[in-house]
């Protein structure tokens, strides 16, 4: 069973805080098998198991225990006095009305919660409750390589991009199973959220979207520009369904998006988002094209990778000086340009504009895909110049 080490790392050091423990991110990343580990881990502490309980809502054999009067009277029932009891709560936005039972179990003082959700509206525990969030995406890069033992090698991105980072398929050995298991992965994605919305669902449209999307990685888009193109494909829809339908794609983590910041006053703009696929495998399910080792591929690369380590993505592409990402974390930013590759001196200089252009008290990064490029690059410059690969198995 492969350990995604710092998320564990993370969860054995917020142990008896007085946190919420909050797993999130896309359905089938992982999330349960993490929280099975952490709880071996517990076992081999000493913890006993009558103090560690674990619910999976997911699961058809706790439909009984879809009222919070129920379960949270039956957590109560099993506590051990005097000692602390590990509650355990699986995809908890199954359970209608989840803030009441977590209301009641923050007052249970023995208790130390832990959930997961595969829905972003997890996060709005926050505004009621101290949360400590960990993010949960499909492997990255690094663990893609740790997982099969692999080298670090232009190659194997390319094997990565075209079998995702989902845990489940890394076992999938040809193109058309790894095809069917993320069809059936969208397919579910998409059907849960609307089940979990209690909307009536179309899931063509659902997939439309999707795919639209996909086509569009990486570009400035909006809901108009997406009714424009499905009327074109003969498809029917209003801006404000359209919209719902957008917002469904981005709770249940299958895009994420990234929003223009105005570097100005540092707040992010609503309109025109750029959508990036949380897998790399699902922008050519979606769009039918394998996953080359292309700008627009390998720049979603980044942002996941982004995203992995903590940090909230924003761009700034329609300044006058753009760069690719800027990224915030712990109240820092960190800005990043990253090219395919840069054939000349005048492209260099192009390419480094934006960077040349953010003050010297933010951190800079000139990430470029193929290390023979790196000849361009001057020694006096103000920001870090590195290959993608070296980039992607930093620490």
């Not at 059907?191 to 999707?210: E, I, T, Y």
């Not at 009327?231 to 998006?257: E, G, H």
Request: hydrophobic share 35%; net charge positive.
């Amino acid at each position: 069973m492969f350990v995604r080490s710092r998320q564990l790392d993370q969860l054995k050091d917020s142990i008896s805080d007085s946190s919420i423990k909050v797993i999130y991110g896309v359905r089938r990343g992982g999330k349960t098998t993490l929280l099975e580990q952490f709880r071996s881990y517990l076992r081999r502490q000493g913890i006993a198991g009558e103090r560690i309980i674990y619910y999976d809502f997911d699961h058809a054999i706790n439909s009984h225990l879809l009222d919070p009067n129920t379960i949270s009277q039956e957590i109560k029932k099993k506590l051990t006095a005097g000692k602390t009891t590990f509650v355990f709560l699986d995809e908890l936005e199954k359970l209608p009305d989840y803030s009441v039972l977590i209301g009641r179990l923050v007052k249970m003082k023995s208790v130390d919660l832990y959930v997961t959700s595969s829905s972003m509206k997890i996060k709005a525990l926050a505004d009621m409750y101290c949360c400590h969030y960990i993010y949960l995406g499909p492997l990255s890069f690094q663990e893609y390589l740790a997982y099969h033992h692999y080298e670090a090698t232009l190659n194997n991105l390319y094997h990565y991009l075209n079998s995702g980072g989902f845990p489940f398929a890394q076992d999938i050995r040809s193109h058309s199973s790894i095809q069917n298991y993320f069809e059936d992965v969208i397919n579910t994605i998409i059907v849960n959220s609307f089940l979990q919305k209690g909307a009536l669902c179309n899931p063509s449209l659902a997939r439309q979207l999707a795919v639209f999307l996909a086509n569009q990685t990486g570009q400035f888009t909006n809901v108009s520009q997406a009714v424009t193109a499905l009327q074109d494909n003969q498809i029917k829809v209003s801006n404000k369904t359209l919209s719902a339908y957008l917002t469904l794609l981005q709770d249940s983590f299958l895009f994420a998006p990234c929003q223009e910041l105005n570097r100005r006053t540092g707040k992010a703009k609503t309109t025109n988002v750029q959508y990036f696929p949380v897998d790399s495998c699902l922008h050519w399910i979606l769009t039918n094209h394998h996953g080359a080792l292309s700008e627009t591929n390998l720049t979603t690369v980044v942002f996941n990778e982004l995203r992995n380590r903590g940090y909230q993505v924003f761009t700034a592409c329609s300044d006058r000086h753009p760069v690719t990402f800027i990224a915030r974390r712990n109240g820092q930013q960190h800005f990043f340009q990253f090219n395919f590759s840069i054939l000349s001196a005048a492209a260099y200089q192009q390419a480094t504009d934006g960077l040349r252009h953010v003050p010297n008290k933010y951190p800079k990064t000139l990430i470029i895909a193929k290390p023979g490029d790196l000849t361009w690059t001057e020694s006096h410059e103000d920001f870090k110049v590195i290959s993608l690969i070296e980039w992607l198995m930093e620490k």
